[in-house]
């Protein structure tokens, strides 16, 4: 399974961005995806995730109104629109996958996802 991020970028406080998680290597069901953040000297952080089958998706609350996450079944992607970035929000931002979920909503531990991407970075200046 591999998972490919997109989306890197240089912004300005307020602006929008996009990132995308292409996913590759397995048909997904009842799979979760989601995308965490780690900026410097901080934890992972959960931002939002997806299930792949019903849709259903949950959030962090520190992003909870701005980030919307969605994913494309025929493209095999996940897409983070982030709104109103602010300067906290600047982190590497990393899409992973779970594989066993054990609930219908999507899980907010990271240590449930055993699948990772590369990461992006998001800049957002004041």
């Known amino acids: 399974v591999q998972l490919q991020a997109s989306g890197r970028g240089l912004v300005q406080a307020g602006d929008s961005l996009r990132l995308s998680c292409a996913a590759s290597g397995r048909t997904f069901s009842n799979d979760a995806l989601g995308w965490f953040r780690q900026a410097p000297g901080k934890e992972r952080e959960f931002v939002a995730a997806i299930k792949w089958d019903s849709g259903i998706a949950n959030y962090g609350d520190s992003v909870q109104g701005r980030f919307t996450i969605s994913r494309d079944n025929a493209k095999n992607t996940v897409y983070l629109q982030v709104n109103d970035l602010k300067p906290e929000d600047t982190a590497v931002y990393y899409c992973?996958?779970?594989?066993?979920?054990?609930?219908?909503?999507?899980?907010?531990?990271?240590?449930?996802?055993?699948?990772w991407g590369q990461g992006t970075l998001v800049t957002v200046s004041s």
């Open positions: 992973a996958a779970d594989f066993r979920p054990l609930s219908s909503i999507p899980s907010m531990n990271v240590r449930d996802y055993a699948y």
